[in-house]
């Protein structure tokens, strides 16, 4: 008997034996594996952007274990918690101290920071603000439900910080991933049009900053790619702005009638 006959045996015959199958080890190795497609997938199309490795990663992710609970004939939420999760979670946990390492770009160009720190905190609480209108307009325009909108209000933050704030004002942290990583694939994709277009080329500042809040940590690392001080303005662009969603976010979902 194989172990895959033997793990779908278990979880379509004994639950209790499922949830103790789900070891950390599968939810580890898949994550790692579909991230390396995405890598090889990324390398080979040559920096196509529908090849960003955590698109990639979280599609093909969720493709495996759908068809995989399908195979052992169990619920894809069951499968996901017994399998996946104990895994899944031991990487989450690392999106935290992983955040720190913002940090380093941010220390290397600390005098712009220095001096421009009020324009900084003024544009990224203002663009803050417009974009929670607009994301409650438009959802409300296609008919969302408040569960989907909390979802996606916290989308400007970092996945770190977006998930935790849209599940304490009743979101669904699945969905907010999902925005998270959209967000970044788009804005890695559209970077140099949209610093074009925006006439940015000349104003560093204002790049790293818009590419630190709306495409997070891949916003970031494209933002190192153009220069040091487009770095150091996205890392602290993603440090702020999930500052701000923390402490805004919750009172503002309030006052809009989202959560209550």
């Known amino acids: 008997m194989t172990w895959a006959t033997f793990l779908g045996n278990a979880l379509a015959k004994n639950p209790d034996t499922g949830a103790n199958l789900g070891q950390a080890f599968f939810g580890i190795f898949l994550s790692l594996a579909v991230f390396l497609i995405g890598q090889w997938l990324f390398k080979i199309g040559k920096g196509f952007f529908l090849f960003q490795p955590l698109f990639v990663g979280m599609v ?144 560093p500042v204002g790049a790293g900053l818009g590419l630190g809040t709306a495409g997070h940590a891949v916003g970031t690392a494209k933002a190192v790619q153009l220069g040091s001080i487009q770095g150091s303005m996205a890392s602290i662009a993603v440090v702020v702005i999930s500052i701000f969603i923390d402490l805004v976010v919750p009172t503002f979902a309030r006052m809009m009638g989202i959560f209550h």
């Not at 093909?60 to 104990?86: E, S």
């Not at 913002?102 to 001096?115: E, M, S």
Request: with cysteine.
């Open 60 to 203: 093909l992710g969720i493709a495996v274990l759908v068809v995989m609970a399908k195979w052992f004939h169990v619920d894809t939420t069951y499968f996901y918690q017994a399998a996946y999760k104990p895994g899944g979670d031991i990487l989450f946990w690392f999106l935290n101290p992983a955040t720190i390492a913002f940090a380093v770009p941010l220390y290397r160009r600390n005098d712009v920071v220095k001096r421009f720190w009020v324009e900084i905190v003024l544009s990224l609480f203002v663009g803050l603000i417009i974009s929670l209108f607009l994301t409650v307009g438009i959802s409300k325009l296609f008919g969302l439900n408040n569960m989907l909108t909390a979802s996606m209000l916290t989308q400007a933050a970092t996945t770190a910080i977006a998930m935790p704030v849209a599940g304490s004002i009743g979101g669904n942290t699945a969905v907010t991933a999902m925005a998270c990583i959209l967000n970044a694939v788009i804005i890695y994709a559209l970077a140099s049009f949209l610093i074009k277009v925006f006439r940015l080329n000349a104003d």
